[in-house]
């Protein structure tokens, strides 16, 4: 009986917390990353100019000419998107960090994102298009 239990509750337990971690990450983007970079990113990464361009998975995952990666999954320190973020003074090709402005728990959020795969929808939910005002974009 006991072992009965036992079996049943090891199932529920698969059923529950395996299949849907793909899922979860998917919302993960959805929910948190895609908001800051459409309100805060977009307005210029999104194709109409040279560089990175963060309108799709597809895109944001393209190498930079001399072949420095902008997102490198499992490692944010890596991710030429993070120190860029992170950079405190101005930049040659960037502005600085307070134009961006992000806060740290955004720039934390993303640091998470990125070491936590980076998981980035290829369907339609992944598609990324200039939000300038703080609402949550329907998707
Ligand atoms: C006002 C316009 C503008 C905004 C807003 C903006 N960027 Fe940029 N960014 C640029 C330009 C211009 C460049 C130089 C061209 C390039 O490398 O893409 C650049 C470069 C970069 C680079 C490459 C840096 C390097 O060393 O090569 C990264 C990464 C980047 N931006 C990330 C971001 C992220 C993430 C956001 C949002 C938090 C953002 N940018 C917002 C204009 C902008």
């Given at each position: 009986?006991?072992?009965?239990?036992?079996?049943?509750?090891?199932?529920?337990?698969?059923?529950?917390?395996?299949?849907?971690?793909?899922?979860?990450?998917?919302?993960?983007?959805?929910?948190?990353?895609?908001?800051?970079?459409?309100?805060?990113?977009?307005?210029?990464?999104?194709?109409?100019?040279?560089?990175?361009?963060?309108?799709?998975?597809?895109?944001?995952?393209?190498?930079?000419?001399?072949?420095?990666?902008?997102?490198?999954?499992?490692?944010?320190?890596?991710?030429?998107?993070?120190?860029?973020?992170?950079?405190?003074g101005t930049h040659p090709k960037m502005?600085?960090?307070?134009?961006?402005?992000?806060?740290?728990?955004?720039?934390?959020?993303?640091?998470?994102?990125?070491?936590?795969?980076?998981?980035?929808?290829?369907?339609?939910?992944?598609?990324?298009?200039?939000?300038?005002?703080?609402?949550?974009?329907?998707?």
């Open positions: 009986m006991t072992r009965l239990i036992f079996a049943a509750l090891f199932s529920l337990a698969l059923t529950c917390c395996s299949s849907p971690q793909a899922g979860n990450k998917q919302h993960y983007f959805i929910s948190n990353v895609k908001p800051v970079l459409q309100q805060h990113c977009l307005r210029c990464h999104n194709g109409t100019g040279p560089g990175l361009n963060l309108s799709t998975q597809a895109t944001a995952f393209v190498p930079t000419v001399d072949g420095r990666r902008y997102l490198v999954p499992g490692d944010p320190d890596a991710s030429l998107l993070i120190q860029a973020i992170q950079r405190n502005m600085p960090r307070d134009l961006l402005s992000l806060t740290e728990d955004q720039i934390g959020m993303l640091r998470e994102w990125i070491e936590d795969g980076a998981v980035w929808p290829s369907d339609k939910s992944g598609q990324l298009s200039h939000q300038p005002s703080g609402e949550h974009p329907a998707h």
